[in-house]
């Protein structure tokens, strides 16, 4: 354990971690390149340590110590103490939480490797919306979804806005992302799965007529918002499913869908 360290220069580098935090742009290229992704507040941060991420520093407030000592107290991790002005200086924003903690990333699995044991996985294209990738995932955790694939171009589900919006689901649900699109998906069929795209379109069928939940292995396809799965994602599905909608409403968004579908594909499941 080292002794918490108060730091009174928002240009030390010894914060370098924290720097600019609200740069989206700079943050999405920076921390994987870097290795790291920030957690945000006491609970984020217990359970990424809990899901076995590696610390590399913590930033607190004064008044955050005593809550976070035995963390402070069995890692070796640097603890760096600033007052909320300078955390604001040097994140870019008021850290309301009062804890940030930096830590380091695992390699990520393959999909072979996330699809061994699962029976139930979320494919998600281009959802590149942190917020509605957060969403997802703590959906996915929450209704006993397996694992999650990715797109290429998905958002990062350890940036930040995402950690924060999933309370840390992100860490306990495998995911991996696949390096080709839409030719990567084979490796669902190889693996056993019936791909299952879900879709408005009024050719799809519902999803209480699919009955997925009583599938052996069952993979749910989840396009962006508005512009949903593209052709060749569609195309690249056994079938297509939607979600009966009323009020001449046409969709939901992609996080509340994910949710009802996520509950009709896990349902009544036999337990593993």
């Known amino acids: 354990m080292a002794a918490p360290v108060t730091v009174d220069d928002p240009r030390d580098p010894r914060l370098a971690d924290y720097t600019d ?83 380091a990333r695992k390699p990520l699995p393959t999909a072979g490797q996330v699809l061994g044991a699962a029976r139930r996985v979320a494919v998600l294209e281009s959802v590149n919306d942190h917020t509605n990738i957060g969403a997802i995932f703590r959906s996915a955790a929450a209704l006993g979804m397996d694992a999650v694939l990715l797109s290429p171009d998905c958002a990062d589900p350890l940036y930040r806005r995402s950690v924060k919006v999933s309370m840390g689901a992100v860490f306990s649900v495998p995911y991996a992302r696949l390096d080709t699109w839409p030719q990567g998906l084979a490796a669902l069929g190889e693996a056993g799965f019936t791909l299952l795209a879900l879709t408005p379109d009024e050719r799809a069928r519902s999803l209480d007529e699919t009955a997925p939940h009583r599938m052996d292995r069952a993979a749910l396809m989840l396009g962006a918002e508005g512009s949903g799965l593209t052709r060749r994602a569609l195309e ?27 509950y009709a594909v896990t349902t009544g499941r036999p337990e593993a």
């Open 21 to 103: 935090l609200t740069d989206v742009e700079l943050r999405r290229r920076r921390e994987p390149a870097e290795g790291l992704f920030i957690a945000e507040g006491e609970k984020v941060i217990r359970r990424a340590a809990d899901a076995g991420y590696a610390m590399r520093s913590m930033l607190l407030s004064a008044k955050w110590l005593d809550a976070m000592g035995d963390l402070i107290d069995t890692s070796p991790a640097p603890v760096y103490v600033v007052d909320p002005d300078l955390a604001e200086q040097v994140t870019g924003y008021h850290v309301h939480r009062g804890a940030l903690a930096s830590m």
């Open 236 to 262: 690249a599905a056994d079938t297509w499913v939607r979600i009966p909608m009323a009020h001449g409403v046409d969709s939901l968004n992609v996080g509340a869908a994910a949710a009802v579908a996520f």
